[in-house]
């Protein structure tokens, strides 16, 4: 009966054992998870955020351009400056009448620039006072009556 004894005693320990080494295993991967509370639902909560945010800006962005149509009419009133409308998708404004100058910005299809000079195929633009460079020529329409 001793042996049988010992046996159970032993196969209980190695069972507490491996439990052991089995939960400390497992622990430090839920340990590293959450102690830089990075779950799923987080991460889920965090993309819902931006995506709010992004549409925020959207709508910003948009205000933005239709409240800029009014300074841009009243400059053209003013002065010789033209303006233009964007009819690329995405048009680049560089520092420079060079496709290789650095961007300094973009612009989207449908913005409204006054055009402030013209040099070869580059046209030197103002977007609502708040952007100043150069774009492709190709990439905007003169607007008449203006």
């Not at 925020?56 to 053209?76: D, R």
């Not at 560089?94 to 013209?118: C, F, H, W, Y």
Request: hydrophobic share 45%; aromatic share 4%; with cysteine.
């Amino acid at each position: 009966m001793e042996r049988a004894a010992r046996r159970r005693l032993l196969a209980l320990f190695a069972g507490v054992v491996a439990a052991l080494v089995l939960a400390s295993g497992c622990g430090s991967i839920f340990t590293s998870t959450t102690d830089t509370g990075v779950t799923l639902d987080t991460l889920a909560q965090r993309v819902d955020q931006l995506e709010a945010e992004v549409a925020n800006l959207e709508s910003q962005v948009a205000a933005m351009g239709a409240s800029g149509l009014g300074s841009e009419a009243q400059a053209t009133q003013g002065g010789a400056a033209t303006v233009a409308v964007v009819t690329a998708d995405v048009l680049n404004v560089r520092q420079e009448p060079d496709v290789n100058s650095q961007r300094i910005g973009v612009l989207m299809k449908g913005a409204r620039v006054t055009v402030e000079k013209v040099e070869g195929d580059w046209s030197e633009i103002n977007f609502n006072n708040t952007l100043d460079g150069w774009v492709a020529s190709q990439y905007l329409e003169v607007q008449s009556g203006q």
